[in-house]
């Protein structure tokens, strides 16, 4: 009797033991921690969300408001690297200049037009998971970047999505 593929049997469960690890390594992480992570992600969902739903009226208010939340949020996530670095007897230059350049970005994002600001938002957010995958490890916190995976899709989602879809002309704006 022949149901799938051998390759898609390696392939679900590959899966599942990731999702095992996945879910052993979360559960190592404090759950005040994963609450104020996950409930981050909250205001990123929502304003994404009420920007497809909204009136054509109030849609520059959500989206100006997703906009300063992500700069808000990128800030942060630049700022954990001088937390790392002042934690050594001497801070290291490249983390420090690092921790201040994703708040930077995040101001030049407020400068630009909201779907735009956005987009450029999406792609910092990209930039510093790629910095945070190399850097974590370096501090001993590789357990940490599962959580920090899952927020940052969702975090490049919720402003990508959006501002995508009011370029293109598919936000829908209606009630």
Known sequence: MYLYPSWLALIRNR???YDQTMLAIDQK??????LLGYGGVVPFVALATLSFLVSPAHKPYVMFSLLAYGGTIISFVGAIHWG??????RPSRSELLWGVCPSLLAWISLLLQVEIGLLFQAFVLLVCLVVDYKTY???GLHQWLPMRLR???AAILSTGVPALADLSGLGLGRV
Do not use: E, G, K, N
Request: a neutral charge.
């Open 151 to 153: 927020l940052s899709i």
């Open 137 to 139: 490890p370096l501090y």
């Open 29 to 34: 992480i404090p759950f005040v921690v994963r």
């Open 15 to 17: 899966a599942h033991l």
């Open 84 to 89: 790392f670095t002042m934690l050594d007897a």
